[in-house]
């Protein structure tokens, strides 16, 4: 994989691959809250597939919101050490070989993603577009639930990262100007 951020693209051909990422954590405050797992999708536009699929928990001591996202922190206290920074690393290699990230409600995100000492660095070189606002969706609601239902995707598993993730990209998949909504978006925040 290289991990030479790659020119920002000037045509819709050029934006080759987006990273589809999703954080579970302990509560709405990054300088407060640990975040607890990390789903990311990689997704190769002009082929239309997946390259890469997976997440991780993350090492905390607490989830006061685990009645939400369903992480036991019995979990997170076992992570072991060597393997987390591998993880992230390998988080920092797809955000190195993708074009941009996408996020539902990508400020939230990105605000636990650049709190990471491991992951700051990178993420502050790479735009994001956010879901609820950077593409026009034909929904009741811009909730992830709301959207998944309108679009008529299975929102079954929600709240865990990497579930999150194939909502989501299953979500755009269904936008019948998915492509052409994505190099918009991506213009306007070059």
Same mark, same amino acid.
Request: charged content about 25%; hydrophobic content about 40%.
């Given at each position: 994989m290289n991990t030479e951020r790659k020119p920002l693209a000037e045509s819709k051909s050029e934006i080759e691959n987006i990273l589809i990422l999703d954080t579970e954590t302990g509560g709405l405050d990054s300088r407060l809250h640990s975040l607890l797992e990390i789903g990311v999708i990689q997704y190769n536009v002009p082929t239309q597939s997946v390259l890469f699929k997976g997440a991780g928990l993350l090492y905390a001591e607490f989830n006061p919101v685990a009645h939400i996202n369903n992480i036991d922190i019995e979990s997170c206290k076992k992570i072991n050490p060597v393997l987390q920074e591998t993880f992230l690393g390998l988080i920092n290699l797809l955000l190195a070989d993708s074009?941009?990230?996408?996020?539902?409600?990508?400020?939230?995100?990105?605000?636990?993603?650049?709190?990471?000492?491991?992951?700051?660095?990178?993420?502050?070189?790479?735009? @994001?577009?956010?879901?609820?606002?950077?593409?026009? @969706?034909?929904?009741?609601?811009?909730?992830?639930?709301?959207?998944?239902?309108?679009?008529?995707?299975?929102?079954?598993?929600?709240?865990?990262?990497?579930?999150?993730?194939?909502?989501?990209?299953?979500?755009?998949?269904?936008?019948?100007?998915?492509?052409?909504?994505?190099?918009?978006?991506?213009?306007?925040?070059?």
């Open positions: 074009d941009i990230v996408i996020a539902h409600n990508a400020p939230f995100d990105r605000k636990f993603i650049e709190a990471n000492e491991f992951l700051r660095e990178r993420s502050l070189h790479i735009k @994001w577009l956010c879901t609820k606002s950077n593409f026009y @969706w034909n929904s009741s609601g811009l909730k992830l639930r709301d959207i998944a239902r309108d679009y008529g995707v299975d929102y079954e598993g929600a709240h865990r990262a990497l579930a999150d993730c194939e909502i989501l990209l299953q979500c755009l998949q269904k936008l019948p100007d998915f492509h052409e909504q994505l190099y918009n978006a991506y213009q306007r925040v070059l």
